[in-house]
């Protein structure tokens, strides 16, 4: 099996400090993050940003400071949002992608987030490929239903994105698709042959159990506090690193051997 790929999603766009005090927020902060997620194990760094209020921008001269202070820091490969926050145009969404970033995430289909929704028509899916062709930046084609798999089938079969796929399964949003074992490997199966694909699994009670799935069936892990602010029932996470470390120990268990950055970019072909 290939390495295992360990991507931390930091600090998203939905979470609070009330949630878990112990998110990052700042550029500095994120970037310390990183440095300490990357020392754990984490090869892949999904990065948001906020603004001096806290709430999700998607600013460039912030992404570029974060950027640059990460790039200080460490190795970590970074893959910027084009996800960004419910109720922002693509235009907004798409900025980080100015700064030619290594990867970045596609949404491959408008999907329910909470008590919200998020608008991904297959426009704006082949203009924000488009943009990352013309770059060379490596989409995760970020797929929260079966319909995503097949319209991100689409936006290959028009030449917008090319091999090798990364995909990011994402399950258990509220009002979305649900985590189970058989939903994850029902969608894998419909993916290209030779894919790579990470486990996105929202929320505490089956962030655990979609690691170890994803683990034994040659799969990558996402875990950060974007994604669950818990480290176990009932005890807030304590940092992004703790949860780098305990994917890793899920790997070990699981016989498979972590990716560093440079695993990477070789298997993903970026640069
Ligand atoms: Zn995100």
């Given amino acids: 099996m290939a390495k295992l790929v360990i991507t931390c999603a930091v600090t998203g766009a939905e979470t609070t400090r009330e949630q878990n005090p112990n998110l990052p927020i700042t550029p500095a902060e994120i970037a310390g993050s990183?440095?300490?997620?990357?020392?754990?194990?984490?090869?892949?760094?999904?990065?948001?940003?906020?603004?001096?209020?806290?709430?999700?921008?998607?600013?460039?001269?912030?992404?570029?400071?974060?950027?640059?202070?990460?790039?200080?820091?460490?190795?970590?490969?970074?893959?910027?949002?084009?996800?960004?926050?419910?109720?922002?145009?693509?235009?907004?969404?798409?900025?980080?992608?100015?700064?030619?970033?290594?990867?970045?995430?596609?949404d491959c289909g408008t999907v329910?987030?909470?008590?919200?929704?998020?608008?991904?028509?297959?426009?704006?899916?082949?203009?924000?490929?488009?943009t990352m062709k013309k770059r060379g930046v490596r989409p995760t084609l970020e797929c929260f239903d079966l319909s995503h798999v097949d319209a991100a089938a689409t936006l290959i079969?028009?030449?917008?994105?090319?091999?090798?796929?990364?995909?990011?399964?994402?399950?258990?949003?509220?009002?979305?698709?649900?985590?189970?074992?058989?939903?994850?490997?029902?969608?894998?199966?419909?993916?290209?042959?030779?894919?790579?694909?990470?486990?996105?699994?929202?929320?505490?009670?089956?962030?655990?159990?979609?690691?170890?799935?994803?683990a034994a069936a040659g799969g990558f892990i996402r875990v950060g506090l974007e994604d669950n602010v818990w480290y176990a029932k009932g005890q807030l996470a304590e940092s992004n690193a703790q949860l780098v470390e305990q994917a890793a120990r899920v790997a070990a268990d699981a016989g498979r051997e972590i990716a560093t950055p440079d695993d990477v970019r070789q298997m993903l072909t970026l640069g």
């Avoid at 329910?112 to 488009?130: H, K």
């Fill in 157 to 214: 079969e028009e030449g917008l994105v090319a091999p090798p796929f990364h995909y990011g399964i994402v399950l258990n949003v509220p009002g979305a698709v649900r985590y189970g074992e058989d939903t994850l490997e029902f969608m894998v199966r419909r993916l290209p042959p030779g894919s790579f694909w990470t486990v996105i699994a929202i929320g505490g009670r089956v962030a655990l159990r979609a690691a170890r799935a994803s």
């Fill in 34 to 106: 990183a440095s300490e997620a990357r020392e754990a194990g984490a090869a892949i760094l999904h990065l948001h940003v906020r603004d001096a209020e806290g709430n999700p921008t998607q600013d460039l001269d912030t992404f570029r400071r974060a950027i640059d202070l990460i790039r200080a820091k460490c190795d970590i490969v970074i893959e910027v949002t084009t996800g960004g926050a419910v109720g922002m145009s693509l235009e907004e969404r798409m900025q980080p992608l100015q700064l030619d970033p290594e990867m970045a995430s596609l």
């Fill in 112 to 130: 329910n987030f909470a008590d919200e929704y998020i608008v991904n028509t297959l426009p704006m899916m082949r203009e924000c490929a488009a």
